[in-house]
């Protein structure tokens, strides 16, 4: 008599394509407060799932980082927000697909094109980087302590370096000031 064995496969359907809030960040090279602040704009879908189970999907990373190609051609958020609405996730990856913003020779080159309505062109590489993603913009300040002396701040500046300087500008203005009399 012989025995015949049953097994059972037990097969469990995990996305492999979730995301956590930090691979989301990470793979883009933005910081989890612009990606809420996205979401938050109607850039990007709401994340699945709330507290530590939140998730992100393809569709987060994919249209992130069309976000992100947009604001290098430096479109408005608004107007960004008004070429995503409606896009499928296809749409989105389609568009990703396809070549990125030709490389402007001129200010007159981008000039023409943003005035005929097409995308401005932008200098640089087509897929940047993560290390050229994490340029942000800044200005910078002025401050003069006398005539002849200034101090150049680059902003933005995070919290104790903003207390630090206002600090080293308290003492200097101090310190030339009594000189003075």
């Known amino acids: 008599m012989s025995t015949v ?9 995990v996305a492999i394509d979730t995301l956590t809030l930090q691979d989301l960040c990470d793979q883009a090279s933005v910081s989890a407060r612009t990606v809420r602040y996205y979401i938050q ?14 998730s992100y999907g393809k569709e987060h990373l994919d249209r992130l980082q069309l976000v992100l190609r947009l604001k290098n051609q430096h479109l408005p958020l608004a107007e960004i927000r008004r070429r ?19 490389e402007a020779e001129s200010a007159a080159d981008y000039v023409r094109a943003v005035l005929a309505g097409k995308s401005a062109p932008v200098r640089g590489p087509t897929s ?28 933005p500046l995070s919290r104790s370096a903003n207390r630090r300087v206002k600090i080293l500008l308290q003492h ?7 000189e003075d009399h």
């Open 5 to 13: 064995e049953r097994s059972t496969v037990i097969t469990l359907s």
């Open 41 to 54: 704009q109607g850039l990007l879908p709401p994340a699945e799932g709330s507290g530590p189970g939140t």
């Open 84 to 102: 995503l609405d409606g896009l499928s996730p296809e749409d989105v990856v389609s568009l990703l697909q396809g070549p990125g913003p030709v």
């Open 128 to 155: 940047p980087s993560p290390a050229l993603n994490t340029a942000t913009r800044s200005t910078w300040e002025r401050h003069t302590i006398t005539p002849e002396i200034e101090l150049h701040i680059q902003r």
């Open 172 to 178: 200097a203005h101090d310190l030339f000031s009594k």
